[in-house]
Structure formats: C-alpha cells, structure tokens
C-alpha cells in the first residue's frame, strides 16, 4: 500500500473512531439487526461533484454487504434533483456511515466547485489554478484530490515532496543564494531529486535566484504590473525557469496575474474556507 493509500485507510478508521466510539446507541437502539433498507445521495446545490470513489471506500470498510450504483462519476457538472447513487444494504450500516460520507462529499465537492470556478477564469491562457498546504489536518490527500477534480492542480503535497524555500527559510539561512546551495547539497548528499522553489520579494531577489539557480520562482505579493515585469525579466534570461505568483490573489483578480505570463497561480482559499456543497443521503 502506497502513502496515499494508507493516508486514506487511516483517515477513514480514525473518522469511525471519533464518530461511533463503542457503538451508535440510537441506530442500535431503534434499528433490528435484520432490517434492509435503501438510500440515495441528493443533490441539493449546483455544483461540481466530488468524493464518490471515497464514498464507495467509507461503504466498503465499515460493511462489505453494502451495494453502491453509481449514476454520476467525479468530476461532473451537478444539479439540484440529481442522484449520484443509491445504496443498498443493512439499514444500521447505511444509518453509521451516512455521516462521515456526507461530510467527505459536501467538504471535497465545495472545493472542485470553487477550483472549477476559478480555473475558468483562466480560459484560453496557459495558466494554471494550483493548491496550498493550507488543508484541514488529516484530510489533505481528499482535499487535493478534490482540486483536480474541479480541474486545478496540485503544488506539492506536503513538505516532503518538493524543496519550496520561503521568506523565513531565506532569512533565516543568510540569503537565496545561501539557501538554494544548502537545498542542493542536502539533496546531494541524501541522493534525493527534488525540485527546488524559491520564493523572491522584489527583484534583486530575482536575479539572485536567477544566478543560483532554481526550478521555479515564486512571486509574492506582486501587483499584476509588477508580475509582469518580472516575467519579463525571468523569460529573458532563463526561459526554462516555472514562474508562479501568489499571496492574496482573488478570483477577481485571478486573470490579470495569468494574463502577465505566470505558469501558475497558486490560491489558498481552494481549500481553506470552502464551503461545502449542500447533499443529503436520504431514504428512497
């Protein structure tokens, strides 16, 4: 089992901890051992949906009897009245994992929907809508997987996968050059091929990664005009270099900063605020 895959299992286990603890005393209480019954997942708000494939994972772990048909895949434009699937099985089975399906398909198909949104803005540019580490703990491989859903892509999953290089990380080594030569000789020396970001402020920082030389160069905090320039600066001496431009950026001014040449846009408010797409999962 990859780390994805055991990131997943372990969610879903730690998710049924919390949630049923020594048993869900009402559902054992009012429902027979023997009763059968049928459900489906509504939707109740325009959208894109997300979270089926987990939905099926969350069914499958906590009973094995239970029979999902599915009728609308991941990725699809949604509408009040649909039904995604519908579910059949043990009643107090369907009764103990309605929540956490739930709460996994409203928080994963929120965030496709709002990537969806924001990479429309982009139409027609070379630009691309890319995901934070700014996640809700515990859930971020969902969250990621729900952004290129809706049709973003991921930066990197977490600290382990890609060097980025922050304002702290610079001041705190004694300058870019300082700290892209200490990422490059850690990776050297542990045999690893990471990419290498840098994130730069102004544009003697630019040129000072330019020198040293990095994958990629993070813009932050730059105006449209200012990003501008600075592509224009970065193209002219290395082409090869991934520009990348972030820092409150909104979907209001998302366009101008892909219309200034940046190969991404990265956006927090993919995943750190969303609000959930209204679903239910009811008797049918």
Same mark, same amino acid.
């Given at each position: 089992m990859d780390t994805r895959e055991k990131l997943i299992d372990d969610l879903i286990a730690l998710s049924f901890a919390e949630d049923i603890g020594d048993g869900d005393h009402t559902t054992l209480s009012t429902i027979g051992p023997d %009763?059968?019954?049928?459900?489906?997942?509504?939707? $109740?708000?325009? !959208?894109?949906? =997300?979270?089926?494939?987990?939905?099926r994972r969350v069914f499958e772990r906590f009973d094995p009897s239970l029979k999902m048909t599915v009728y609308i895949e991941d990725g699809a434009h949604v509408k009040p009245g649909d039904i995604a699937f519908v579910v059949e099985g043990p009643v107090r089975s369907l009764l103990q994992t309605e929540r956490l399906m739930l709460n996994i398909m409203q928080r994963m198909s929120g965030i496709a929907t709002v990537t969806a949104k924001y990479q429309d803005k982009l139409a027609g540019l070379k630009c691309k809508v890319l995901d934070t580490r700014k996640t809700t703990p515990g859930m971020r491989i969902l969250e990621k997987d729900a952004v290129k859903i809706g049709g973003g892509h991921n930066h990197r999953i977490g600290l #382990?996968?890609? +060097?980025?290089?922050?304002?702290?990380?610079?001041d705190f080594a004694g300058g870019i050059t300082a700290a892209v030569n200490k990422a490059k000789e850690y990776c050297k020396e542990r045999g690893k091929d990471l990419r290498i970001e840098v994130e730069v402020r102004n544009t003697? %920082?630019?040129? %000072? =990664?330019?020198?040293?030389?990095?994958?990629? +160069?993070?813009?932050?905090? #730059?105006?449209?005009?200012?990003?501008?320039?600075?592509? $224009?600066?970065?193209?002219?001496?290395?082409? =090869?270099?991934? +520009?990348?431009?972030?820092?409150?950026?909104?979907?209001?001014t998302l366009r101008s900063y892909g219309e200034a040449g940046v190969d991404f846009i990265s956006v927090g408010a993919l995943t750190h605020?969303? $609000? !959930?797409?209204?679903?239910?999962?009811?008797?049918?």
């Open positions: %009763e059968m019954g049928r459900q489906h997942l509504l939707v $109740k708000e325009e !959208g894109i949906l =997300a979270g089926v494939d987990i939905a #382990f996968d890609m +060097i980025l290089i922050k304002d702290n990380h610079v003697d %920082e630019i040129n %000072e =990664a330019l020198a040293v030389g990095v994958d990629r +160069i993070m813009l932050d905090n #730059f105006t449209p005009e200012r990003t501008a320039e600075a592509v $224009k600066l970065i193209r002219s001496v290395n082409p =090869a270099v991934e +520009i990348e431009s972030s820092g409150g950026i909104t979907i209001d605020s969303v $609000k !959930g797409l209204d679903l239910s999962f009811k008797h049918c």
